[in-house]
């Protein structure tokens, strides 16, 4: 069994089951395949929508990269070993109707080698291996049920692996995505967020703790989060798709565009300033136009831009500011109706 | 004499007569003024422009700050001694037509001392005191004749103090506004750029050597900095106003507004991934509204967007990839009509 080609296997399959599902709910747009290779090692396919019915611009992206760990990666990044291996999806959506939300998701895999691959394909040993990833919604308005349907999406995809997951992935999310430099304002109202997963909970003590001892490598841990992130990863059709049915075609007026190309702001803002991700891209000669597709098309920054005490918009703003335990208020009702609408897309 | 009541006295000239200057030629907007107070020490004037016959949006902003030196200022920014103070003018101007150019110019001074003010009001002895600043120029449209006249207004108040200057200021601005993640491409068309300054070039033989050895604060250094930075401050306005002044009524169409806004989007990718000042600032608990007041009002970003080959735009791309010597071009009659235009704005 080969850890890295289950990965690699699920990861095309989920590009190809989500962007079918997009581009059916957008019904105009589909995507376009650029497929690039890395001088280093690796490549990539960036899938791009743009002017669709629904996406004004959008992305998902896979990639496969490995090389050698350099002396920096040893010193800023605190990696052991030879070699490294990574391969991961990412997408971006980026609504044209500001009632439709944003939407981020990313699942990833991460290894290293004791020893240089030889000639022969053979592989050194692996020493360690990790994985992460998450989804997590940036609304422009604030639509109680959606904010519910998806975080409960996620809950049962994680309660169905362990009850501890969602309340410390959620957390995980709220305290990721977050403008440090606008008094902790989250760029939306999260979801799940998880990294550094390298052994099952069942597996040992030490489960799920990021930086403890080396932990053996075992292949049933690696199948487990790999389980995890099908689960997660296919869970982002049932948990978005469902809400841009129900709110594509809600009319809007240009205040409400407006609205959307400030929060976008917030958004640049976040990516280019506190995102680990794409600042380890643009720092380590990553792809640019695939590191940076997920930047909104088009924004506004205006000197500090207020929404009016208890509008819509300032709503969105307060939940943004601080983060809601959505699930505690959640009806068996609204939980049902969900599930239908879920089922029937 | 007092070098931090001289310096904010001409800081305080600069940022009326910049903004008088800027009133004019735009014709219709005005500055509005927010002032400002840090908990922590000190303050500022933000003063914006938004909506106007050529200003989209802009800003013209004073400040002076002051504090402890905290044990991160020590570590991160390598300061010594038990209090600093810092003032500056920092502007930034986004023009609604393509044809009109960005600008940016920034002017300061930082000293640290050695004790905390007493109660009386008196100061510790100083133990360092450096100056930066700076101007440069991010056309959307490469005008040789206006790249030609920015640098050699800059060029001339650099020669009246060292001819050593401009070319070693022109370089460090080349090499500072750079998206170094986008193939070392810079933001605009340079101009000058300088920091560290502390010492008058005739005044010590390790002068302007950033990072020296310790050298004794001498008030005749700090006045030859004052003097070089009111030569460039108030030179602004005969480096940019004639060429607003030329460009404004150049009709443009939504293409060209359309590249801009790409543009534009290069000027957020410097300001918050690679500018020290806006990073710091971000950091560091700065005044957000005031330090991302830089920002472009619309942008936007495109997947791999690529002007056409030889087109005005790819040389305006190309000027950015590959900085220019402006000046060993100019000719003599260029100069003049120049001058002649400077002094009738």
Known sequence: MDVKEIWTNF????QNKICSALEEVD??????????ERPEGGGGKTRVIANGNVFEKGGV?????????????????????DTWWACGLSLVLHPINPFVP??????????????SPSGGGREGAVIDRWFGGGTDLTPYYLFEEDAKHFHQTYKNACDAFDVSFYPKFKKECDNYFVNWHRNAE??????IFYDYQRVAPSSSPEGGKANAQPIPVKDAD??????????????????????????????????????QE?????????????????????????????????????VRFE???????????????EACLNPRDWLNEISDAEREEWAKRSNTC
């Open 11 to 14: 990861i095309h399959d989920l």
């Open 27 to 36: 019904g105009k747009a589909t995507f376009f395949e650029d497929a690039w």
């Open 61 to 81: 992206n896979t990639s496969i990269v490995f090389g050698d760990v350099t002396d920096a990666m040893r010193t800023q990044l605190k990696i052991e070993g």
């Open 102 to 115: 944003t939407v981020h998701c990313n699942y990833r895999m991460f290894e290293l080698c004791d020893s």
């Open 186 to 191: 989250r760029r939306g109202i999260g979801g």
């Open 222 to 259: 690696a199948l487990y989060w790999i389980e995890f992130a099908k689960k997660c990863g296919y869970g982002f059709i049932d948990a978005y798709i469902p809400i841009v049915e129900k709110r594509k075609h809600t009319t809007y007026t240009v205040e409400n565009k407006h609205w």
């Open 262 to 298: 400030i929060r976008r702001g917030r958004y640049v803002e976040f990516n280019l300033v506190h995102d680990r991700g794409t600042l380890f891209g643009l720092k380590t000669n990553g792809r640019i136009e695939s590191i940076l597709m997920s930047l909104p098309p088009v």
């Open 303 to 317: 000197y500090n831009y207020q929404p009016a005490f208890g509008s819509e918009e300032y709503k969105l703003q």
